[in-house]
T-cell receptor, first 112, second 113 residues
Framework: QKEVEQNSGPLSVPEGAIASLNCTYS??????FFWYRQYSGKSPELIMF????GDKEDGRFTAQLNKASQYVSLLIRDSQPSDSATYLC????????????FGTGTQLKVEL | DGGITQSPKYLFRKEGQNVTLSCEQN?????MYWYRQDPGQGLRLIYY???????QKGDIAEGYSVSREKKESFPLTVTSAQKNPTAFYLC????????????FGPGTRLTVL
């Protein structure tokens, strides 16, 4: 079992819809959770982080964390074509110091 | 204008050559990291450093070496011992603190000819 798992996609949503991206992790001691957006050929850009159970909202983005079920999700409201990218989930595992473990990413396509 | 710079953007290497990738940051971050990304793959940690003159191996350190002589700089050398070095190399930095966020440089794309 991989430490951080994501569906590779592509996930296709129409413009204006809500895109839901999911990530599961294996280590119950994991402490911090991050979502990065990566456009093709570019480096990852941090868009959200969450540490506590529940929801965290920032503009059109909402991160949801459920430690009991060991998943973290990212919701993108009013999806735009510019949101089309690969979204990487990263987890700071318990006992991992400052290291992050990344999932393989989910490709999102927002269609006109 | 704070940030992380990497050079060169593109690098071509002949088999058997060592090459060094540069990473500089002016964010006053103590921790720096090197990752490798292959097509369709996530990021894999090569080396990281939390303080000057100290660094630790990540998950795929074989065939790579690093140094951390200055807080701002963390160069990565890809040696001839790395059998499949063609990849996208990403440098990141962060504070050394609980729940730290890592920020990435623009990356170097290395191709072996």
């Amino acid at each position: 079992q991989k430490e951080v798992e994501q569906n590779s996609g592509p996930l296709s949503v129409p413009e204006g819809a809500i895109a839901s991206l999911n990530c599961t992790y294996s280590d119950r001691g994991s402490q911090s959770f991050f979502w990065y957006r990566q456009y093709s050929g570019k480096s990852p850009e941090l868009i959200m982080f969450i540490y506590s159970n529940g929801d965290k909202e920032d503009g059109r983005f909402t991160a949801q964390l459920n430690k009991a079920s060991q998943y973290v999700s990212l919701l993108i409201r009013d999806s735009q074509p510019s949101d089309s990218a690969t979204y990487l989930c990263a987890v700071r595992l318990g006992g991992g110091g400052n290291k992050l473990t990344f999932g393989t990413g989910t490709q999102l396509k927002v269609e006109l | 204008d704070g940030g992380i710079t990497q050079s060169p953007k593109y690098l071509f290497r002949k088999e058997g050559q060592n090459v060094t990738l540069s990473c500089e940051q002016n964010l006053n971050h103590d921790a720096m990291y090197w990752y490798r990304q292959d097509p369709g793959q996530g990021l894999r940690l090569i080396y990281y450093s939390q303080i000057v003159n100290d660094f630790q191996k990540g998950d795929i350190a074989e065939g790579y070496s690093v140094s951390r002589e200055k807080k701002e700089s963390f160069p990565l050398t890809v040696t001839s011992a790395q059998k499949n070095p063609t990849a996208f190399y990403l440098c990141a930095s962060s504070r050394v603190a609980a729940n730290n966020e890592q920020f990435f440089g623009p990356g170097t794309r290395l191709t072996v000819l």
